[in-house]
């Protein structure tokens, strides 16, 4: 009986959400299901924009006038779209063909996206199809099912709770690079495609331009790598279903419309220009991770050669000396790349790390803590808490470390033992979990498991009990292990009688590292 009241209160308190969450989406006119408010989409929008703007390569900044002409193709769009957000268009300094949209409105197009198109018609398709992506609340609707899963998850909690609920909404979660690299459902990308052939037609675009960009996706996908269909088909697949739907929604607009070839291709010329010093580029990223140094050398001086104002070139070539561990020829070449592009987080954090291996301490702190403010690393994070702790300063390289250590990867290990030896002798108890159980006899048994990654030992903790008056006492005792990583000891205490179940009555008061 007890079950059927909680599963109760869970179907009422998933009923209320959906009861008041329900609008109308502004692009089909169908009633829909949502827990973001406008105004806390148009926030996610802005919060995450310049994180995912330099998560993507930065802003495309050395030709201010291709992003000129796609802001002004993108307003063209948004001039006849059917919902009022704060718009906003960026290029992105990328190889990889990608295209995405913020909650709120807030877009980017990759340069490698723009190199595969033909006419400003296709870039008409590309930018229609990330506006109804805004405009129709598809991320909004994505976060309220997941959001609703959350209440699923944490019902029997609120049911058998006094607390309230109102806090299971979206404030505080971290959106940006789940957004953006999320896989939209068919419905949603089909409604995308015919909603945006519908705004091109509007805005005096012929609609033709959007099945034939298809058309090139569905070609360009077959036998691409791996690291290219990250890109845009990984959150966009492209299917001759999309090809077809294409065909007949254009077949229902109007004929004709503006193609705009020549003003693309004149919009695009530097662009197009400077694309073999980008693929030198590319050629030479790709040879890094495959620790081809010479190769890699190689190619960032072809681009650098090709076109020597791109600040990635330079940033390229300091890697490649970092990765030699020539850290004094790495910091050059990324002060040469932060004077091209001050507002890059990657220049930055490298610098700092490079810095930090000349043993220039202080000015790593900067350049790190500049790399976060940009765009927040682990990476970052973590070498400012080995600083941090290398200067001393305990509570700020703690703050550091936990701050890594929620995450996954070996940094986030890294993090994690970093932490437990700096902290575990003060505080056990937020790195070991005591239990307690009883023997045969009933005398308490003491048990320490280890979650660290690290081995532990001389484990102290303090029990407390009554003695045979009935009078509370307080007893110290020691777990001398070692225990290693991810297993336990125990130790029988021979107090008692404790009963099975029983509170159990034991604090951890110190424990070291077994070095």
Known sequence: MAMFRINKHIVLLAASLALSACAVNPVTGKSEFSLV???????????NYAFMQQSGGGAYDVDPELTAYVQGVGGKLVAVSDRELPYEFVVLNSSVPNAWALPGGKMAINRGL????????????????????????????QMSRGMLLQVAVVGTAIATSSTGYSDLAIGGASVGAQLISQTYGRSAELESDYYGMQYMSRAGYDPQGAVELQKTFVRLSEGREAD??????????????????????????????????????????????????????DEGRKALAGEDYET??????????LFPD?????????????????????????????????????????????????????????????????????VATYSLGNLEAKRGNRQKAIEYYEAVAGSQGEIADAARAALVRLDLEDNPGKYLQVGCYPDSSANLVVVVANSTPVAVRDIRFLIQYRDDAGLTRSREDVI????????????????GPYQQGASCPVQLTGARIDD
């Open 37 to 47: 408010s406008e105004a806390q989409e148009i926030q996610i929008g802005e919060e």
């Open 114 to 141: 723009l190199t595969e198109m033909s006419s400003e018609a296709e870039l008409a398709a590309v930018l229609g199809h990330e506006i109804v992506h805004a405009a129709a609340r598809h991320s909004a609707r």
């Open 228 to 281: 290219w269909l990250s890109g845009l088909f990984a959150s966009h697949p492209p299917s001759q279903e999309r090809v077809n739907a294409n065909i007949r929604t254009a077949a229902a607009l109007p004929a004709g419309g503006d193609v705009g070839r020549e003003r693309f291709q004149a919009a695009m010329q530097q662009t197009m220009d400077t694309k073999p010093a980008y693929d030198a580029y």
């Open 296 to 305: 890699a050398l190689r190619k960032a001086e072809e681009a650098i050669g």
């Open 310 to 378: 791109e600040a990635h070139f330079y940033g390229l070539r300091g890697d490649v000396r970092y990765m030699e561990e020539e850290y004094e020829m790495a910091v050059q070449n990324y002060d040469v790349a932060l004077r091209r592009r001050e507002n890059f987080f990657q220049y930055h954090l490298q610098r700092g790390l490079a810095k930090e291996k000349l043993g220039d301490d202080l000015s790593a702190i900067n350049d790190l803590e500049r790399s976060n403010e940009l765009f927040p690393t682990a």
């Open 480 to 495: 001398r292990g070692p225990i290693p990583a991810g297993q336990r000891g125990e130790r029988n205490t021979m107090l």
